[in-house]
């Protein structure tokens, strides 16, 4: 269910400067959101702006984007990557969740394509100062937005170690999240990844072949620090309203938690009635918005997983908007 179990992420080789995100599922993206010329895309979670790329070539010479992130210097690189298609790209820092707002004051009524390929980069991963990587000595930050919400030397310095433990195992899964949140509470302050990740280690019994002890405890904290799982739940509908009739939406994640929550919305968004099974009549009035594209999400091939193992974990799936949905809205 991990995204980094091989050692939380992409290495950058001998410095420690950032390289470019490499895009997972580029081309399934592409395939399905089909873009062309005329129409407008969202990316609500640019990165290094690989996908948006994608999405701009494909659509030339009139397509346009509004790429969104929470992260500042990943905006930087991404702007600087993108600024050959001039005026066809709107930048914004902000999270997705906010992105009909900015649709609104951007004057752009629906757009025609929804990209979100949530989580962590490998840039992220591979700046230490970022504290997303327990191979990788730091401040335990881990925030997309470094100048907003609290960071995670905050959680484990406050919280209680019921409330620790509860993290661990709602969003790493970890089994031994009451054991782990008894030595960070026996062990705090802690400021730096690498005391947390041989805390971690020393904590844990034993050891599965291939997977760092710290691993799930790392992946439980970013999920908190950034609310990941409850900014999914709540953005997917908002989302889904900004799409234009025949629209397609593409949500890639990479662990089960993620998954669950987009299949989930995606289902419910895809039926006609959604009360009860055991309820005799229906009383919901809720009509289908979208349509499934596939039942099972889309994966990467072997050559993409040995070409980048990242994206290994990668699940895609697709919906798109059903035309009557759209126009009964009005
Ligand atoms: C896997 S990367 C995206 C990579 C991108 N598709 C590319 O081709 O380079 C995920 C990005 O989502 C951003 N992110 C995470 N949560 C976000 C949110 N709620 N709103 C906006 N961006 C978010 C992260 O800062 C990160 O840059």
């Known amino acids: 269910m991990n995204d980094s179990i091989h050692g939380g992420g992409t290495s950058s080789g001998k410095d420690d400067s950032p390289v470019p995100h490499q895009p997972v599922l580029y081309h399934e993206v592409l395939e399905a959101l089909s873009p062309s010329s005329g129409r407008d895309y969202l990316d609500g979670t640019l990165g290094a702006g690989g996908h948006a790329e994608g999405i701009l070539i494909a659509s030339a010479p009139h397509g346009r984007l509004l790429g969104i992130?929470?992260?500042?210097?990943?905006?930087?690189?991404?702007?600087?990557?993108?600024?050959?298609?001039?005026?066809?790209?709107?930048?914004?820092?902000?999270?997705?969740?906010?992105?009909?707002?900015?649709?609104?004051?951007?004057?752009?009524?629906?757009?025609?394509g929804i990209l979100l390929d949530l989580g962590v980069s490998s840039m992220q991963i591979d700046q230490p100062e970022r504290g997303f990587s327990f191979m990788k000595e730091g401040p335990l930050d881990m925030r997309f937005n470094q100048s907003a919400g609290s960071s995670a030397a905050e959680l484990v310095n406050t919280l209680n170690e019921k409330q620790l433990a509860d993290i661990l195992w709602k969003f790493g899964e970890e089994r031994f999240s009451r054991r782990i949140a008894r030595a960070i509470v026996a062990a705090?302050?802690?400021?730096?990844?690498?005391?947390?990740?041989?805390l971690v280690q020393r904590a844990v019994p034993g050891y599965e072949p291939h997977l760092h002890p710290a691993t799930r405890t790392f992946q439980a904290l970013r999920i908190a620090v950034n609310q990941e799982l409850q900014v999914i739940a709540e953005a997917l509908p908002r989302l889904l309203d900004c799409l234009a009739p025949g629209g397609r939406i593409a949500v890639i994640s990479f662990h089960s938690l993620e998954d669950r929550i987009v299949k989930e919305a995606f289902r419910r968004e895809s039926r006609d009635c959604i009360c009860p099974p055991e309820q005799p009549v229906c009383t919901c009035n809720h009509t289908a918005t979208i349509r499934l594209m596939s039942r099972k999400p889309v994966t990467a091939t072997e050559r993409e997983i040995l070409e980048n193992p990242r994206s290994r974990s990668a699940r895609l799936r697709v919906a798109e908007k059903i035309e009557q949905a759209q126009s009964l809205q009005g």
Do not use: F
């Open 188 to 198: 705090r302050p802690l400021h730096s990844t690498e005391e947390l990740a041989n």
């Open 69 to 112: 992130d929470l992260d500042l210097e990943a905006l930087t690189i991404a702007r600087q990557r993108l600024m050959v298609y001039g005026d066809r790209v709107i930048i914004d820092q902000a999270s997705y969740q906010n992105a009909p707002e900015i649709l609104k004051r951007i004057g752009w009524r629906h757009v025609n």
